[in-house]
């Protein structure tokens, strides 16, 4: 193969990495990044440059995730730990690598990328499964491969925080492949199948941001696939929901403790320090007050940490600090001001309000901002490697190669 030949083929190799990049979503990052890396250099490599660059300046969603992630290196300049604010600038990086994957991902492949990633997911779940097997079953069994976060933690490469969104965005896809895409009955049983161990997975794994995302996901499945009929939609998603739920609570002895501690720590926070919603609402309330002592600017991407370690100080001194709100909307507006909050805005609802062609692609374009949007109040998702990357992966894969339609 001469060199010609070889640059001709780029493209087909750099979609098949970028499935790789798809498989890892699930797995520790790092594979993320050697896959980029490897991408990069055989994008520089292919040449076509002007043609190139002219796709992804046409592109809206590359403007406002560089600037998303601009809006933070900025505030750098009125931050006093530069180096902890390099270090969490970089947390948004995958927003700048949205060009890049644009770039390479080819529509006629998508398919391809969501097969990866629902096998990466597959794959974890037979692992959790054995995980909840050795930890609640059969104590006597080799220890798996388990992510070393909670002592009750079933997932094997990430903890429950970045697990479970992944696994509602799993069980979605899984659901649409089902109603929309299956051909025989070999594909149905193969999708219910995995439907019901994501559920099965979600239940036993406690992460309630991640099921809530579940739930409303699975809402938007049935909407989608019950359009003409809206009135029994609602029904269908309200009964379907409160049965998981109900299924959940009254079937699964870990799943009613986490909720009803989830409750307890929401009515009595103030008497359940260190709780984990109990946190999550003195969070809430000290990041508003850094807010009203900088609410233009923020305190700079580097000394939210320090900032906050001080107001905790003085109105909840019996309260863990924390570098991060846990609230992907305080994060934003504490760390870099006003710019940054209409920069996330833009970030979820852009893709969520934006009208595309009718291609096969356009219900799933939803159920990423419709995942997002929700459990970002409840964790910085946005600034978790894992879930950053599965949010621009999968946007970069379903614009690449739409035209809007004229409004």
């Known amino acids: 193969m001469n060199y010609t030949n070889f640059r001709a083929r780029i493209p087909a190799i750099n979609s098949w990495l970028l499935a790789g990049v798809f498989f890892s979503i699930p797995l520790t990052v790092a594979p993320a990044y050697w896959f980029s890396a490897l991408i990069l250099i055989l994008w520089l490599i292919e040449g076509r440059y002007s043609a190139k660059l002219r796709a992804l300046g046409a592109e809206p969603l590359v403007w406002i995730f ?26 948004q990086g995958f927003f700048l690598l949205f060009a890049l994957y644009f770039s390479v991902a080819r529509r006629e492949h998508f398919g391809r990328y969501v097969s990866a990633f629902l096998l990466s997911i597959a794959m974890c779940e037979l692992l959790a499964f054995y ?22 933690d079933t997932a094997p490469f990430v903890d429950r925080m970045m697990y ?46 991640g099921l809530l995302g579940f739930l409303v996901l699975l809402a938007l499945l049935i909407f989608q696939r019950c359009a003409r009929r809206p009135l029994l939609a609602g029904v269908l998603a309200t009964l379907l929901a409160g049965g998981l739920v ?54 700079g991407i580097g000394d939210f940490e320090a900032e906050y370690a001080r107001i905790n100080a003085q109105h909840t001194p019996d309260w ?24 996330l ?37 946005l600034m978790r490697s894992n879930l950053s990357l599965m949010y621009v992966l999968f946007l970069a894969a379903l614009w690449t190669g739409a035209r809007e339609r004229p409004a």
Request: hydrophobic share 50%.
């Open 246 to 299: 109900a299924g959940g609570y009254f079937g699964s002895d870990y799943f009613r403790a986490r909720v009803d501690a989830g409750i307890d720590e929401v009515v009595n926070y103030e008497q359940r320090v260190d709780s984990s919603m109990g946190l999550r609402i003195v969070y809430a309330l000290n990041s508003a007050r850094m807010i009203a002592e900088s609410p233009w600017l923020g305190v």
């Open 131 to 152: 995980n909840w097997a050795q930890l609640n079953v059969w104590p006597d069994l080799p220890e798996g491969i388990r992510v070393e976060k909670g002592a009750d």
């Open 320 to 343: 863990t600090p924390i570098y991060n709100p846990h609230n992907q909307y305080l994060y934003a507006q504490a760390n870099a001001g006003i710019a940054a909050s209409l920069l």
């Open 345 to 381: 805005l833009a970030v979820l609802f852009f893709p969520l309000l934006r009208r595309g062609p009718v291609d096969g692609r356009q219900r799933i374009r939803l159920a990423l901002p419709v995942l997002f949007i929700p459990i970002c109040l409840f964790e910085s998702y």
């Open 164 to 209: 479970t969104p992944a696994l509602a965005l799993a069980g979605y896809l899984a659901g649409y492949r089902l109603l929309f895409d299956a051909r025989g009955i070999g594909q149905r049983v193969l999708y219910a199948g995995l439907i019901l161990a994501t559920t099965l997975n979600l239940l036993i794994a406690g992460g309630r941001a």
């Open 66 to 91: 560089a600037a998303y992630y601009g809006v933070f290196l900025l505030s750098l300049l009125w931050t006093a730990d530069l180096e902890w604010g390099r270090r969490m600038s970089g947390r």
